[in-house]
C-alpha cells in the first residue's frame, strides 16, 4: 500500500492542507482568500501572509483527521515569499515533531501531475498546458519529473488577463469565473481583440488584451455591452491558448493534451480543447474543478511521487519566489 502524505499549499492566496496515499486524494481542505483580496482588486502579499498564519492549522486539522503520515509536502517555490514561508514553517515544525521526511515541491510540478489524481490513466509522454493567475506555460511531459519548456508567456498569463480585462468591465476579482458567468448569454465574435504573437507557433503574449479591452469601454461608452465584451475577450483568450495548444500537439505528435491551473476551470476552453483533441484523434485529460485553482491534493501527488523516490529536504529548506521547473530536459 502506498504511504500517506501530508500536503501543504500557501504559495498565494489560498491556504490548503490535503492527505494523498499515492494519486489517491483523500482529504483536501481549501480556505481561500479571494473574497479579502476582492477588497483591493488584487492579491496584497503582506495580507496573505497574515491569513496564511490563521488559517494553516485549522486547515492542516481539517485534513489530518485522524491519519497518520509518513512524509509530508509542501510548496516552497515559486510564489509570494511571506505566504510561501508560513506553509513552509509549518511543514518543518511537524516534520521534526514526528520525525517523518520533508520535501519542498514547486508548485507548477503539482499542477502538471495533478492530472493524475484519483487514479486517472493519463499516457506519459504528454503535453501539458498550465494556465494560472502567474503562469501560461507548454510543457512536454516526459515522464512524472521529466520535462521540457516547449513555450511561454512574454508578458501577462492568461489568468492575469483575465482578472484585468474583468476589472477593466467592473466585473471584480477574481476575474476568470466572473468573465466567464458574464459571457454566458454574450456574442464572443462581437468585438474583435488581439491574438498576441499570432505568428509564434509556441510563445503567448497577452498583455495587449487589458489594453485593447479599455479602449473598447472608453470607445463604446454607454453602448457597452458588457456581456458581448466578456465573451468576446474570453474568446480571444481561449483561441490564443487553444491555437498553439492544438499546433503543439500536432508539432509533436503528442498522444495526449493535458489543461491545468485556475484557468483550467474555464468551461470554453475546457470545451474547446475537448473538441479539438477529439478531432485529431489525442486524449485530453484535465483535473476535476477544485484540483484546477490551487490546492495541496496537487502538492501530495507531486510530492508523494518524490518522496517514494527518496528524495526529502533538510530543516534548511527554503522559499523561493521565482525557480525553474525541476528535471527540466534540452
Ligand atoms: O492556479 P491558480 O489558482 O493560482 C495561481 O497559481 O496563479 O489560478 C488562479 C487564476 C486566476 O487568475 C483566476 O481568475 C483564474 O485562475 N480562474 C479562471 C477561472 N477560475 C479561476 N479563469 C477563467 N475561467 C475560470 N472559470
Ligand atoms: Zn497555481
Known amino acids: 500500500m502506498s504511504s500517506l502524505t501530508l500536503a501543504i499549499e500557501t504559495s498565494c492566496d489560498e491556504t490548503s492542507a490535503a492527505v494523498v496515499q499515492g494519486t489517491r486524494v483523500v482529504t483536501n481542505v481549501v480556505a481561500s482568500q479571494a473574497s479579502m483580496h476582492a477588497k483591493w482588486g488584487g492579491v496584497v502579499p503582506e495580507a496573505a501572509a497574515r491569513a496564511h498564519v ?46 517523518v521526511p520533508i520535501l519542498g515541491v514547486h508548485h507548477l510540478e503539482g499542477h502538471i501531475l495533478s492530472v ?62 466572473a468573465i466567464q458567468n458574464a459571457a454566458l448569454g454574450g456574442d464572443p465574435d462581437h468585438y474583435r481583440l488581439p491574438r498576441g504573437l499570432a505568428r509564434d507557433p509556441a510563445n503567448f503574449s497577452f498583455s495587449g488584451l487589458k489594453t485593447a479591452v479599455a479602449r473598447l469601454v472608453e470607445k463604446e461608452g454607454v453602448h457597452l455591452s458588457v456581456s458581448d465584451a466578456a465573451a468576446s475577450l474570453q474568446e480571444a483568450i481561449v483561441d490564443a491558448l487553444a491555437t498553439k495548444a492544438m499546433h503543439a500537439v500536432e508539432a509533436n505528435e503528442a498522444q495526449a493534451l493535458t489543461l491545468v491551473g485556475g484557468v483550467a476551470a474555464n468551461v470554453s476552453l475546457r470545451d474547446r480543447l475537448s473538441s479539438e483533441c477529439a478531432r485529431c484523434g489525442a486524449a485530453f485529460h484535465t483535473p476535476r474543478f477544485e484540483l484546477c485553482t490551487d490546492n495541496a491534493a496537487m502538492i501530495g501527488i507531486a510530492g508523494g511521487i518524490r518522496l517514494a523516490r527518496g528524495e526529502s529536504d533538510g530543516p534548511d529548506l527554503d522559499c523561493l519566489p521565482n525557480a525553474l521547473l525541476p528535471g527540466l530536459i534540452d
Do not use: M
Not at 510543457?139 to 476589472?167: H, M, N
Open 116 to 177: 493524475l489524481a484519483d487514479g486517472c490513466a493519463v499516457p506519459f509522454p504528454h503535453l501539458c498546458l498550465i494556465v494560472s493567475g502567474g503562469h501560461t506555460e507548454l510543457v512536454w511531459v516526459e515522464s512524472p519529473c521529466r520535462y521540457r519548456l516547449l513555450g511561454q508567456t512574454i508578458d501577462d498569463a492568461a489568468g492575469e488577463a483575465f482578472d484585468k480585462g474583468a476589472r477593466v468591465l467592473g466585473l471584480g476579482y477574481p476575474g476568470g469565473l
Open 54 to 99: 490563521e488559517a494553516i492549522l485549522p486547515a492542516i486539522e481539517d485534513a489530518l483527521g485522524d491519519w497518520t503520515v509518513d512524509g509530508i509536502a509542501v510548496t516552497n517555490r515559486p510564489g509570494l515569499v511571506g505566504a510561501l514561508s508560513v506553509g513552509v514553517s509549518a511543514a518543518k515544525a511537524l516534520a521534526l515533531t514526528w520525525q
